[in-house]
């Protein structure tokens, strides 16, 4: 029988909860009919249950006018499973307010609290924020698990040129490395990974992050405080006062934190960062237009990574599809533009022969077709043409992209549709994902 851990604040969640959902609900068409037949303590305990067995990293329990929807938010797409009854909501969300440590009779405010799930291998910090809207407070909390902090640089996805490049530019002792992409992109995965695989005895590693997401071992972080007068660029500062080899900083936002940040790369230590563009290419433009002046750019940057997360489709309900005649000549005009130097170019005689998959939907993805997710890269590393277009000042995103193309990068979209081809991914999830940057392929 397995032990009984505790939230803090007294509320129990245990492994019965989960082997419960396991047994009694196998798909989320189960859930609201379960949800209405037990306690407002259980009703708890079962979302969270059955979240963490569909593996979300958010729930949503938002009020309406006739109902309380619940959704879990699963490898990135939000998923409608379960309704409550209005009237079991203000006790719902008073449970919800006292686990996490929230005042129960302020509502027409926003509230941020925190609780903790021990589970008998695994720690699970829980993140709450309530929000009043028209019919009542909507509550979301985030789920962060202690066990994906703990992700292999080898295990993210990169391959060939792309995996062998970036692990020479993480190794070298300074420069900065700056991963690019969406809210939700995975740049801070790619970051730790990245930590993960620097972190030894001999190496200080300090991070300024907003917030700390997950907690490493070995590791120095430090949190931005906005309040107290914390930011980026001041906590950047302070750091550097700390005799690191390696900074991690979690985004850069303005020129101050951009500057210190390089700065910092010219001097000695190596600085990853993240930085909001669509796609590698548009990294050295995103700087040059904070007003980053291009004499310390040029060698300052190591390498540049634009990056995606694509669900992975379910290994147990795998099978092969079938392109319609428009998707699958869009498919092969992508793959066909491959650089040779690359080591990925398909010949044309085997571009009609690729295969393609899509999940059916079983128990073990409830019904999804996709269960995890992995990443889609492209990685463009300095070199001499780069470094002149910077010092001339006129850099465009069409002109680094053909130069990183000249070199043999393979596009996100192009990895992606590689990945498809593999029966890793599907092709609707490489577009889906990649919608914004495919018009300018």
């Known amino acids: 029988m397995p032990k009984v851990r505790k ?8 492994e019965q ?6 047994k009694e609900i196998k798909t989320f068409r189960d859930l609201t009919k379960k949800l209405n037949e037990v306690s407002v303590t259980d009703i708890l305990n079962l979302i969270m249950a059955a979240a963490i067995k569909a593996r979300s990293s958010d729930i949503h329990i938002e009020a309406e006018e006739k109902s309380i ?26 449970r919800v307010k006292l686990v996490s440590r929230l005042k129960i009779n302020i509502e027409d405010r926003p509230q ?15 993140r709450v924020s309530t929000l009043p809207t028209a019919y009542g407070e909507s509550v979301v909390m985030r789920l962060l698990m202690s066990s994906a902090v703990g992700h292999a640089f080898e295990d993210l996805g990169l391959r060939g040129k792309a995996f062998e490049s970036l692990k020479i530019e993480i190794t070298k002792p300074n420069g900065m490395i700056v991963t690019t992409g969406p809210t939700g992109s995975g740049k801070t995965t790619t970051l730790y990974a990245v930590l993960n695989k620097l972190n030894d005895p001999g190496t200080k590693i300090i991070t300024i992050e907003d917030p700390i997401e997950y907690k490493i071992e070995g590791i120095n972080q430090s949190q931005v405080d906005r309040s107290k007068g914390y930011t980026f660029a001041s906590g950047l500062r302070n750091i550097l006062r700390q005799d690191p ?11 101050e934190t951009a500057e210190i940040g390089i700065n910092a790369a010219l001097t000695g230590h190596l600085v990853i960062t993240t930085l909001h563009t669509n796609d590698a290419a548009g990294t050295i433009p995103r700087l040059l237009s904070m007003q980053v002046k291009p004499f310390l750019l040029a060698p300052a940057i190591n390498a540049m990574i634009g990056q995606r997360l694509v669900r992975r489709i379910c290994e147990s309900c795998s099978r092969e599809t079938e392109l319609d005649s428009q998707t699958m000549s869009r498919v092969m005009k992508i793959l066909a533009d491959i650089p040779e130097e690359s080591g990925f170019r ?3 005689s085997e571009l009609k022969k690729l295969k393609f998959y899509k999940g059916v939907g079983c128990e073990e993805c409830q019904g999804l077709g996709y269960k995890g997710r992995i990443g889609i890269f492209e990685v463009m590393t300095m070199n001499k043409e780069i470094e002149s277009l910077i010092l001339n000042g006129h ?11 000249k070199y043999g990068m393979i ?26 940057i495919i018009t300018k392929l």
């Not at 941020?112 to 829980?126: A, H, S």
């Not at 080899?245 to 020129?255: K, Q, S, Y």
């Not at 596009?411 to 914004?436: H, Y």
């Open 112 to 126: 941020d609290g925190r609780f903790t799930i021990f589970l008998t291998n695994e720690k699970i910090d829980v």
């Open 69 to 94: 929807k619940v959704r879990f938010r699963i490898d990135g797409i939000l998923h409608d499973v379960a309704n409550l009854e209005v009237a079991v909501w203000p006790k719902i969300i008073a």
């Open 245 to 255: 080899d390696i900074v991690m900083v979690g985004e850069i936002r303005d020129l």
């Open 346 to 348: 398909i010949p044309d």
């Open 7 to 14: 939230f803090v604040a007294g509320v129990e969640i245990t």
């Open 395 to 405: 850099v465009s995103e069409y002109d680094m992209r053909a130069i990183g193309v």
């Open 17 to 22: 909860d989960i082997k419960r959902f396991e």
């Open 411 to 436: 596009t996100m979209i192009q990895d992606g549709l590689l990945k498809a081809a593999d029966g890793i991914t599907t092709v609707e999830e490489v577009f889906r994902v990649a919608k914004d």
